[in-house]
């Protein structure tokens, strides 16, 4: 199961672009990359998932190099709301057969 | 579309005693289930694969006879945390993967269970 890996925090303010990377040297041919968002006290929120290159949605984009050893989430125009920690997971498809291992996340401060 | 739901949303019970946790996939059928433990500041932690109609698959170091899980239906799932200790306390999150492709792990809201 690949690992991943994330910066442990970042900070920035209201109205600036946001961009999370995550490494995943040992992804598999059949792996998604998705990217999780959770507030505190709340499960996981689903933002949005790739295979390779680029996908947009209406809240982020996925940026997804060749090799797809990282990728990168990007958050246009951040607002306070979306202080949160994000989580990147590898895998899928999910079954009775899988194991999901959720790295530390990146702990996302938005400031005024 | 994709929603999961758990209940109760939050519990506090006395040392010694037993709780349920339900969580349910309201709009779609789910064959796999999968619960979680969080403690403050970390990681999500997977406890267990939850199948249904089968015997759910434990992680290492946790107790199949401490965390009873029963998948009964394809929409519901449950951890029963059986002579709860306050080391027990923790957020419990469970999860279902969407068929057909089950790439993506859809969340429920979470269990905060204190024990005293």
């Known amino acids: 199961l690949a690992k991943t890996t994330q910066p442990i925090s970042m900070d920035s303010y209201e109205g600036q672009e946001v961009n999370i990377t995550c490494s995943h040297n040992n992804i598999a041919t059949n792996d998604y990359i998705t990217w999780y968002q959770q507030f505190p006290s709340q499960g996981p929120r689903f933002i949005i998932q790739g295979y390779k290159t680029k996908v947009t949605n209406e809240v982020a984009s996925l940026f997804i190099p060749a090799d797809r050893k990282s990728s990168t989430l990007s958050l246009p125009r951040v607002s306070l709301s979306d202080t949160a920690v994000y989580y990147c997971?590898?895998?899928?498809?999910?079954?009775?057969?899988?194991?999901?291992?959720f790295g530390s996340g990146t702990r996302l401060s938005i400031r005024p | 579309g994709a929603v999961v739901s758990q209940h109760p949303s939050w519990v506090i019970c006395k040392s010694g005693t037993s709780v349920k946790i339900e969580c349910r996939s309201l709009?779609?059928?789910?064959?796999?289930m999968f619960w979680y433990r969080q403690f403050p500041k970390q990681s999500l932690m997977l406890m267990a694969t939850?199948?249904?109609?089968?015997?759910?698959?434990?992680e290492q170091g946790v107790e199949k006879d401490k965390f009873l899980i029963n998948h009964a239906s394809l929409t519901l799932s449950t951890l029963t945390v059986t002579s709860a200790h306050p080391e027990d306390s923790s957020f419990y999150i469970c999860s279902a993967s969407l068929p057909p492709y089950q790439e993506t792990q859809y969340f429920g809201p979470g269990t905060r269970l204190l024990v005293l």
């Open positions: 939850s199948n249904e109609g089968s015997k759910a698959t434990y």
């Open positions: 997971l590898v895998g899928g498809p999910y079954s009775s057969a899988s194991k999901i291992i």
């Open positions: 709009d779609f059928q789910a064959t796999t």
